[in-house]
């Protein structure tokens, strides 16, 4: 059945259908799942936007370069003209907007396979684009890795067209994709570099030249950008070189360990029959070299995270579609690898699209502020108050206190003050040993606050990850909290 489906629709048809499940699920992933995958997410992307628009300044590292947040500023602005003002809202809107722009990838794919006989790889790479496990998530993050993925992919798709067809004018526009992918994550040079000196050593001159011609251009938009921000010319990079001279102390991984995480882009070790069909691979040596390149550079830095590959998570879709095409229809493929592969891509795709990430520190924030923008939050050694990203979340005329002492309506009497010009509160901890104090108070009236039973804050996969390993994933620990609301305030929910 999905074979005829395939056979029986032109590689054109299967793109448009592929963009609309693409954008379908990252849709889903961009509204359900808002949460950061990790604090670069929110705090050197998002956090720093806002903070222009409220008129201060971003405040990002000397070796963080302003060009995302400005787009992620822009595109925020334009959501408030649609009314979109609501914190979460507005993450969802920055992660709605990214989405728009993964598309390009599922676009650089089809580009890729346009015009190749075998069709059915092509129609393979554009359903992993848009539909592989992962992707929906990866593509709707905040990273630098993430947003310079789909112009990587694009930029790559439309090279190798470009060069089939030896059109000049869209080989300018592959390098600058490519070229543009680099200016958000300065890491994706490498592939640049090995894009070049692939043509010299091809001795494809006039693509090579064009090549040169870009790299130059790109370099002097970044001493605009540079210029703009008030930076001195090249800082940006050269504060970038210095700041990972020590970037084993966020951790050590053993070199292969970025090897393992490419492969499990391919669904390994599921897809390890697969690898007999990488003699494929020979026909897509600026491809495959890309790719490489990045994954073996990486493989030699000290600190690795999984994200640091994601500029290549389009690329390897498209090595695994030239894979999986050349073995469809083998005994292994029918009896092993498709089940095995519907069965863990939906898992994924439903955790990736549906279930919210690090909730136990921005999800009491995150729902209360849609309720009121007047709320004092009192923290009991709770995630969220640990946390940088509460920030985000509480508008002006909210506050947050640190509470040492243990809670009682005693206690929290002290802070009549601030409550005389609050709507409510919310105590909060992620600390169990505190629990029984919120049990205390849920449910009484507290000066004319009426209380609400205890609720925990916590995820699927965040409970997974922190019961699998307490020690690193400390920061998905559960949230226990109560809210207490005036009467009046309460009747309008």
Known sequence: MITDFLKN????????????????????????AFGPQALDDYLNQILPALRLIRGLPHELPTYRS????????????????????????QIRWVYFGLALF??????GAYKYFQDDKNALTGKL??????????????STRSFLESFSACFLTFGIGLLVYSLRKNQSALQALAFYAVGFSTLIRFQ?????????????????????????????LLIAQQLIIETIDHRAPMSILLNYFRANENVGNYGRTPWYSTWLTWLAFFYF?????????????????????????????????????????????????????ILWSADWGS???????????ALLNTVLLAIGCFVNTQVGEIGIPARVQALS???????????????????????????????????SADAIAKYNPILQTMEGFVVATSNADFRGELQALAGNTLDNFKCSQEEEMISLTDSWLYKMNPKKNYRRRPSWFITCWRPEIQARF
């Open 373 to 407: 923008d007047k709320v004092l939050y009192l923290d009991r050694d709770s995630m969220m108050g640990q946390g940088d990203m509460y920030e985000l979340f509480l508008k002006p005329t909210s506050k947050l206190e640190k509470v040492s002492e243990p809670l």
């Open 9 to 32: 629709r032109s590689l054109k048809q299967h793109f448009c259908i592929a963009i609309v499940i693409g954008l379908v699920l990252r849709i889903c992933s961009a509204y359900f």
């Open 269 to 321: 070790p599921f897809s390890v029959l697969l690898f007999r069909q990488a003699k494929e691979w020979k026909n897509h040596i600026l491809l495959l070299g890309s790719t490489i390149t990045f994954v073996l550079v990486h493989s030699l830095i000290s600190h690795k995270e999984e994200r640091f590959l994601y500029p290549i998570m389009g690329l390897t879709m498209i090595l695994m579609a």
């Open 125 to 138: 790479a554009v359903y992993l684009m848009a539909a592989q496990g992962l992707m929906p998530f990866v």
């Open 188 to 216: 994706v040079g490498l592939v640049y570099c090995f894009i070049i000196a692939y043509l010299f050593y091809k001795k494809n001159w006039k693509p090579l030249v064009i090549g040169l011609g870009i790299g130059i």
């Open 66 to 89: 302003p060009l995302m947040i400005w787009m992620i500023k822009a595109w925020i602005e334009f959501g408030s003209l649609l009314s979109i003002d609501a914190i979460v809202n």
């Open 331 to 341: 005994t292994f493929d029918r009896k092993f690898f498709k089940p095995v592969f």
């Open 102 to 107: 993964s598309l390009l990838g599922i676009y």
